[in-house]
């Protein structure tokens, strides 16, 4: 997928679930609504989650699983929370299968479901102002 698609099914993803840097977010609210599109966010008590991964999603059945601590902090607004959901929910969102990757050569990044979960989170970020773009000006 090209990087330029991912970033449009990002930035749509926030007018869909309407988050925004000029309004005050209430991410309960927004993880709340994901049922509306049959998207499901299993909360995991801390003492059951394994550690293994920081989240999991099943993209068969709309399931992102997470554990307690992570969807207290996302609540609050926390960046790495945040950035964990949004990465699950990319998986969903740009129509990634449950399979493993059966080759003798690594994917190309355009090929790799965990990059594009990656740029699908931060493109959300950084529409909601948490993450901020960086520029570097080389010139003297």
Partial sequence: MEVDDIKIKAINSCKVFKLSKERKINF????EN?????ITLQVIS???????????CDPNDFTISIPNKTYVAASKGKREALFTIFHEMGHILLGH???LHHSQHQPTYKEDAEWQADLF????LLEIG???QYSFDFEV
């Fill in 28 to 31: 309960d609210a927004v993880f």
């Fill in 34 to 38: 994901l049922a509306l599109y049959g």
């Fill in 46 to 56: 801390d003492k059951e989650w394994l550690g293994v991964t920081e989240g999991h």
């Fill in 97 to 99: 299968k449950a399979i």
């Fill in 121 to 124: 989170a931060s493109t959300i």
């Fill in 130 to 132: 948490i993450e901020r």
